[in-house]
């Protein structure tokens, strides 16, 4: 079953209003040419992004996001996410703080298409009691011990960037795979983007590379460097230039858009 | 202080923190050699990653750069993931030190917001995994790089991490404890009922009075004469300069790094790199 398809079908995809997440993690491994593609739609999105980086920022800037849940955003090295500020500081973006482990344990809660799980994160820590927070402190039917319940996070639409994919929709990504596999079976639809397409991953795969089924994978698209400045290994380091040039600009909303399009176009730089 | 910057001293001191068979994990620059100052000469058991990433477990010791993966999964044993990250967490299997942004007298931290979190004055990164660690590793060590009255406040704006004291007696939790604080003025600890910050030695050329000046709360009076940290030693500024960061990236951490530092290390690390890099094959 063939399943590449355009990166612009990819974005059209997706429904207003459905709940979006994007692999990767910090200035890793971002699908930046698919979020800029989604960006540029001006459709609003509500995001679950675990560890957020110029994805969240590039779509905050660009005004198209409902809601956010995350356990992380930042620009690593590069400092504080800019859009991600201003969003929070001055706009009263709609948010959902977890941690790392709770938002794991959310995903996992979907993957296993169960309404919740236990975690024993939670007690001191004050984002158990902000307003609006989706955690609840409960004892265990089983034991009695105190443990806190976390919704299960079910995208609808996942996007990744992976190194390679085949036509029918296996997906390798070497290096660090992030929470891309949890994610994709968490998932309803999930898109990637490869920096090459070839007829059938085969051979061996080693023990430092991760893989996702055809069964997860909804549709694929040729797109080299679709990362933008992120880092991909071993082929894309980050680029620290890019990435700093990014960060000078992306409050300038022109700046922004002729930069998505040109990501969106399968320009990095 | 001659001989040494406040850098090398800093990681002099971190790396007496990484012991037993534990993933050395780092949230700032110093920690991350410290680290591997630690697998060098104290604590071969330790287990490295490649600058972070989770597709290589059990590296070598290699010199620091901005990209490390490309300098050291070359060296890595095996391959591993982000559950298996947590799983080692939730078994204590962690030795971590963070940077956080606010610390306050009972230890408790923060990185996620200043002001009130639902109208931030300055929205940061989120709680990360902070909550996470104090509920199941043994302890935790803080990194501050600049120790100042905005870093070292009288009481957190959001608790990511739980200090001592009162909440974490009633809560029942004896995990996650903040053991130490590193400064570049000294090294400090919490008293265990919450009583406050005590100083446990200061770096040669601080008084008790500069570190007084820079803390934003009262500091727990001193017993007696405050020892000067011990410097760092020739072995360890051998390993620092020549093996672990030739390149000089802890210098992102010093008070007040040079302008343009980032773009000089990103040209020069490309000399450090094993993995070949450049564009899909």
């Given amino acids: ?269 | 202080m001659t001989g040494f910057t406040v850098e090398e001293q800093v990681i002099s001191v971190l790396a007496q923190i990484y012991r037993g068979e534990v993933i050395a994990a780092a949230a700032t620059v110093s920690a991350d050699i410290a680290a591997r100052l630690a697998k060098a000469l104290y604590a071969p058991e330790i287990v490295l990653m490649a600058g972070g990433s989770m597709a290589g477990y059990d590296c070598a010791p290699t010199a620091k750069g901005l990209n490390d993966e490309w300098i050291s999964s070359t060296g890595a044993v095996r391959g591993s993931d982000w559950i298996e990250a947590f799983d080692l967490i939730s078994a204590g299997k962690y030795a971590i030190c963070m940077g956080p942004v606010q610390v306050d007298r009972t230890g408790s931290c923060n990185i996620s917001v200043l002001g009130d979190w639902q109208h931030p004055k300055v929205a940061m990164i989120g709680s990360r995994g902070i909550p996470d660690d104090m509920v199941r590793l043994s302890e935790m060590t803080f990194h501050v790089r600049k120790h100042n009255p905005r870093a070292l406040v009288e009481q957190v704006d959001f608790r990511c991490g739980l200090g001592f004291g009162p909440d974490r007696d009633r809560l029942g939790l004896t995990m996650g404890v903040p053991r130490m604080l590193v400064t570049d003025l000294g090294v400090f600890d919490f008293d265990r009922d919450g009583a406050g910050m005590r100083v446990r030695s200061l770096h040669p050329g601080v008084s008790f009075d500069d570190v007084a000046k820079a803390t934003g709360f009262e500091l727990l009076p001193p017993q007696g004469t405050i020892p000067v940290t011990p410097p760092p030693s020739e072995e360890e500024l051998y390993w620092i300069r020549e093996r672990l960061d030739p390149l000089g990236v802890r210098r992102l951490d010093s008070p007040k790094p040079p302008p343009g530092l980032i773009a000089e290390l990103a040209e020069r690390e490309r000399s450090l790199w094993t993995t070949p890099a450049g564009g899909a094959r």
């Fill in chain 1, 1 to 269: 079953m063939d399943k590449v398809v355009p990166l612009g079908e990819m974005a059209s995809a997706v429904e207003p209003r459905s709940l979006v997440s994007f692999g990767g993690g910090g200035m890793v491994r971002k699908p930046m040419a698919a979020v800029a593609a989604l960006a540029l739609r001006e459709t609003p999105v509500r995001l679950a992004v675990f560890l957020g980086g110029p994805d969240v920022d590039l779509m905050l800037g660009a005004g198209v996001v409902e809601q956010l849940q995350f356990a992380y955003i930042g620009l690593d090295a590069l400092g504080l996410s800019p859009n991600f500020r201003r969003a929070r500081e001055s706009e009263g973006l709609p948010v959902v703080e977890w941690t790392e482990a709770m938002f794991i344990a959310g995903v996992e809660a979907a993957t296993r298409r169960v309404p919740f799980m236990p975690t024993v994160s939670g007690p001191g820590a004050d984002l158990m009691d902000v307003p609006g927070t989706p955690f609840r402190r409960f004892n265990c039917p089983l034991t009695g011990e105190e443990l806190t319940a976390v919704p299960a996070i079910r995208p609808d639409v996942l996007f990744l960037h992976a190194n390679e994919a085949d036509r029918e929709g296996n997906v390798r990504i070497t290096g660090d795979g992030f929470l891309d596999p949890q994610l994709a079976r968490a998932a309803s639809t999930v898109f990637v983007t490869a920096d090459r397409i070839v007829d059938r991953i085969g051979g061996s795969v080693s023990e430092h590379e991760t893989t996702i089924s055809r069964l997860w994978v909804s549709g694929v698209a040729e797109v080299p460097r679709g990362c933008g400045f992120t880092a991909s290994f071993p082929d894309w380091p980050l680029d620290y230039a890019a990435a700093a040039d990014y960060v000078s600009h992306c409050r300038d909303r022109e700046w922004l858009r002729d930069h998505a399009g040109a990501l969106a176009q399968g320009v990095t730089r």
